[in-house]
């Protein structure tokens, strides 16, 4: 998996391009955190556009970045989630601590 | 795997390493593809077995290497998969299974592997041994 990352003042839009796994979410966790630190992140606006495949390690690494950022306040967006994505958020309860909105400029819009 | 005249059957073995995750889910998805599942039935498979390997993984034999099986069968539209490891062994099953239970919270893990293979398969059964190892057993029937 590859991601691409960008950040707008205090928020940072991922996105993922492949697989999230407990393999691959092992690498990209700490990537996003060092983000996070470095240019004081708030909100993170995560991007399934291009993920062809995710399990229940991309919940846990998810609710890990919703830790680091939910003493400030921030928040957790999910966008472009399809069927299955969507199926396991719904499962897992992470619609409790994230919110879902079609695109990246919708949840820029809130932020 | 259980006694059962399968149509078509596999059996695959490989190292507890997390590289191997996405190679099993892929097999099995490839294995099953024969049925004509739509692909939503072959990414619930998918997601399935990837949470059943992972566990494997992670919790079956702590530091050391040793190898995960996978058996999958197929009768009718009937697919049968197991998962199985000959590691520690799982105390308490039914708190395994409850949402949100997980001994490594501290390794991000959700606790949510066994909620989302019951949820996306048609059957889940885990047997478990302290000691011995444990198997998870799962099937799904396609739809025509």
Redesign the interface.
């Known amino acids: 998996m590859k991601l691409v990352y960008k950040c707008i003042g205090k928020n940072m839009v991922v996105k993922f391009i492949g697989e999230i796994d407990h393999h691959q979410s092992k690498t990209v966790r700490e990537e996003i955190d060092s983000v996070i630190y470095n240019d004081n992140i708030k909100n993170i606006i995560f991007d399934f556009s291009n993920v062809d495949f995710m399990d229940s390690s991309g919940i846990g690494m998810i609710l890990g970045r919703y830790k680091k950022v939910e003493d400030k306040d921030g928040k957790i967006f999910l966008v472009n989630v399809r069927g299955n994505l969507d199926d396991i958020f719904k499962i897992s309860g992470l619609y409790s601590v994230a919110q879902k909105y079609n695109t990246v400029s919708e949840a820029l819009e809130v932020v | 795997m259980d006694n059962i005249n399968f149509d078509n059957y596999m059996h695959l073995e490989f190292l507890n390493k ?2 191997n ?2 190679f099993a ?1 892929a097999t099995v998805g490839a294995f099953v593809a024969q049925l004509d599942p739509t692909v ?1 039935a072959i ?2 498979i ?2 399935a077995v ?2 059943a390997v ?1 566990n494997a ?2 919790y079956a034999y702590e530091s050391k290497i040793d190898y995960i099986y996978i058996s999958c069968g197929i009768v009718g539209r009937d697919v049968y998969i197991n998962v199985e490891d000959k590691g520690i062994g799982i105390p308490d099953i039914e708190q395994a299974l409850e ?2 239970y997980t001994t490594k919270p501290e ?4 606790g ?2 066994f ?2 293979m019951q ?2 398969m048609d059957e889940l059964t885990v047997e478990s041994k302290t000691g011995v190892g444990t198997i998870v057993k799962m099937m799904k029937s396609i739809e025509e």
């Open positions: 997390s590289e995750e996405s889910r939503s990414t619930e998918k997601t990837s949470e992972t993984v992670i949402p949100a390794s991000e893990r959700a949510m592997g909620t989302i949820s996306f």
